[in-house]
Every structure is written in C-alpha cells, then in structure tokens.
C-alpha cells in the first residue's frame, strides 16, 4: 500500500516539475524511488553537485552521471571524487586532472589512486621542503 502511494505521489511530483534540490532529497531519502529520481536530475541540466549526489546514492546511474561530469567543467575536486567513486572513469579523469593545474595534493592523489598515470603525475609534483617533510612523518 505504501509503495503504491509513493508511486502515486511521484507522478504527481513530475507533473509539477521537481527542482533539482527535491530529486536530490528523493536520491537521498527514498529509497524506492532514488533510480527514477536519478534519471529524472540526468535529464534536466544538472549542476556538477547534482551529478555528485547521483554517484554517491544511485549504482544503477554511477557511470553515466560520472562521464557527465567529467563533459561539463568538472573542478578538480569533482575529478578526485570521480577517481574515488567511478573505478571505470578514474584514468579517463585522471588524465584530465593532469591537464587543468593539478595541485600537488591533486598529483599526490593521482598517485595514489591511478597507477597507470602515477609516473606522469610524479614528474609534474613539485616539493616543498615543509611538504617533504610531513610526507616523511606521515610515511615513518
């Protein structure tokens, strides 16, 4: 019966067109209705948040809604989470990571969780003597 009325309740909602922050709370809280949700946020121009909420809650849309954000301007934050939470895009973001001023925190993250990309993120990683040093406390 609760399902039924969720269902109903739904149809409802998209007639009277949801906003990007409803579907971000239904991907978050409902359970049932989160991959309808979902596909709903991939339809309607999603910001690169929306398309981060979609990775984190809904398996079924993780890849789609990654190689979105990596079509759309992602920041380099967006790209770690990429790298983080879509194993099937984290060379094709790490390799975009590379080419918009990594960080050496964003380089030092590459390294970490690209190995194919390792050695040329290690050629781009500029140390300063306070960064070498706290490399090798956390290291010890």
Same mark, same amino acid.
């Given at each position: 019966?609760?399902?039924?009325?969720?269902?109903?309740?739904?149809?409802?909602l998209l007639k009277q067109q949801p906003t990007n922050d409803d579907l971000r709370y239904i991907i978050e809280h409902v359970d049932s209705l989160g991959k309808a949700a979902g596909q709903k946020l991939l339809e309607q121009q999603p910001t690169n948040n929306d398309l981060r909420y979609i990775i984190k809650y809904v398996d079924f849309l993780r890849? +789609? @809604? %990654?190689?979105?954000l990596l079509e759309q301007q992602p920041t380099n934050d967006d790209l770690r989470y990429?790298?983080?939470?879509?194993?099937?895009?984290g060379k094709a973001a790490g390799q975009?990571?590379?080419k918009q001023q990594p960080t050496n925190n964003d380089l030092r993250y590459i390294i970490e969780h690209v190995d194919s990309l390792g050695k +040329? @993120? %290690?050629?781009?990683?500029?140390?300063?003597?306070?960064?070498?040093?706290?490399?090798?406390?956390?290291?010890?």
């Open positions: 019966m609760e399902k039924e009325r969720l269902g109903k309740l739904w149809e409802e890849e +789609a @809604a %990654g190689q979105k990429i790298i983080e939470h879509v194993d099937s895009l975009k990571l590379l +040329a @993120a %290690g050629k781009l990683l500029k140390w300063s003597k306070k960064e070498i040093m706290e490399e090798i406390k956390r290291l010890g």
